[in-house]
């Protein structure tokens, strides 16, 4: 089974019988509430190899039936992904808008960040270096040192 990343146009590549050149390669394709899609026919590449370009229009499995000359000679299944839903879905379990996350990323990446060694306090300042906008622990045992998750200020 193929998986497709996205409701969209992907490209389904076959592979003629024998790399066979010149054949009429054509497709049919039904999408998951068994809905048949019209006769698609492939364009050839080369040394046998053809490529449909096919706009998948729902998510879901997708099956094919695919013909050399009209006679069946394969069949194959698609499985469409829509990738917004599924990180939006994954998203969930954040509880910060997207803008704060974003942000806080970035700092996390680029501010200075402090750490008090005789107490093990760290404090993530701001970008202008004047306030601190984060801050936790650091803890060292035994050779591994462990910092705590921050608390945003």
């Known amino acids: 089974m193929s998986t497709y990343f996205g409701i969209a146009t992907h490209r389904i590549i076959y592979k003629a019988s024998s790399f066979g050149l010149g054949k009429t390669v054509t497709a049919y394709?039904?999408?998951p509430s068994l809905a048949k899609s019209a006769l698609q026919t492939f364009t050839e590449?080369?040394?046998g190899l053809y490529?449909?370009?096919y706009a998948f229009a729902v998510s879901g499995t997708h099956f094919g039936v695919f013909y050399e000359?009209?006679?069946?000679?394969?069949?194959?299944?698609?499985?469409i992904?829509?990738?917004v839903?599924?990180?939006?879905d994954g998203a969930s379990a954040i509880t910060l808008d997207f803008g704060t996350l974003v942000e806080r990323i970035y700092q996390m990446i680029s501010n200075k960040m402090t750490v008090v060694e005789a107490t093990g306090n760290v404090a993530l300042r701001n970008i202008a270096d004047n306030a601190n906008i984060a801050a936790g622990n650091v803890a060292s045992a035994a050779g591994t040192t462990t910092r705590s998750g921050l608390?945003?200020?």
């Open 85 to 88: 839903a599924t990180v939006w």
């Open 69 to 79: 000359g009209g006679v069946a000679t394969l069949s194959g299944v698609f499985r």
């Open 29 to 31: 394709i039904w999408n």
């Open 51 to 53: 490529y449909l370009d």
């Open 151 to 153: 608390s945003w200020a």
């Open 45 to 47: 590449v080369s040394d």
């Open 81 to 83: 992904v829509d990738l």
